[in-house]
């Protein structure tokens, strides 16, 4: 079975046998498999360990996007929040629940946040103290130009605070030159292809030990979580996701075989594939090749009267693919991920098994469209 959803992804058999045992999370091998990944995930950050602190939490993403967000936004502060998508909504509907205000920014459903957009967003408003941006916007496929943001947000002295959960370890980042962030949040199962259970939150040490205080939850306070790495020899605070940790070194090591470049590269043959194959189809991918990411694309549900989503999902799982089974646009699209231990072979093989389970759902399309010519690079 190979797993289309963008996350958790298909991992690799070495991956899933890590976990294949107990863990004792305070014994000493594994307080060193837990500093080997937080410092594996800080290297891929490009952050200066003298600066940056990697910080993991129990949990999914969402649970670090508001550990972020409680600890460097104060209760009542203010963040402008662009709304990209279902995830940006999903970090608006946090930060709300969690007593800040996020001030939504408008962005057209298939657009990049415009960077004078945000600097007349912050001009305006001297309350907003951050700026929460989604690198990859799952909902969407869309990669923001998180870099270029950051620095603006750094020309006008605000803080950025970013989640980058299906977008670390692909998609550049370069955290020594971009000061003005406070932290990135990233999970084991998406680019780095671990296993669901852990979240990261890497963060400014100076940042770190200004939030204390802030989070108004112990569970999710990241200046707590911070002060416990700095005891001698320090393991994890409270129980980790052990066999998760164990099983991301491992997917760190063939990371780092594999290499940042090779694997956005890999995804974005992904991609291609899978969207010059939905159109071989007779489908209509959600954007034009010009702002589709390399991580998730969305695909125009057809126009058919026996289209059902759900019943396309179970045709297709019959065929050995996962894929989600809902909607995260406004108009019907259904989403495949691009991301996991798998190449372009595999994603022609699934976009031939995606023919097949149209057909058992009773769509037949007569005449396939013409691949659409990428023109560009797609990520810096
Ligand atoms: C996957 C994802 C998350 C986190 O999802 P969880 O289900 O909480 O792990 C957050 N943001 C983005 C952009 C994602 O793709």
Redesign the pocket.
Known sequence: MLLLI???VTTDARVKAAMAQDYAPWDNDFRQTYRQVCDGVLAIAQADPGEHAALALP???????EAAIRSFVPAGGRLLAPSTGA??A??QKLAGDAGRVAVPLFVGAAERVDPQAVAAALERDPTLTHLAL??????SGICHDVPELARIAQALGRRVIV?????FGALPLDLRALPAVDAV?L?A??CLEGL?GA?FVVARRDSLEAARGNAGSWSLDLADIYQHTLAPNAGPRFTPPAPTLAALAVALELYREEGREARLARYTANMRALYDGVIGLGLTPYLPPALQGP??VNVHAPDAPTWHLQLFVDALKQRGYVLSNFYNTEQPTFRVGCIGAFGADQMRQAVDAMGGALRDIGIHRESAGTPLHFPLPLTA
């Not at 949990?59 to 996007?65: E, I, Q």
């Not at 989604?134 to 909902?139: A, C, I, L, M, R």
Request: charged share 10%; net charge neutral.
């Open positions: 963008p996350g958790p949990g999914c993403g969402h649970f670090a996007v995830y940006a999903r970090l989604v690198y990859s916007e799952t909902g989640d980058a959960v299906s977008a949040v999970t199962n998406k669901p979240a991580i998730v």
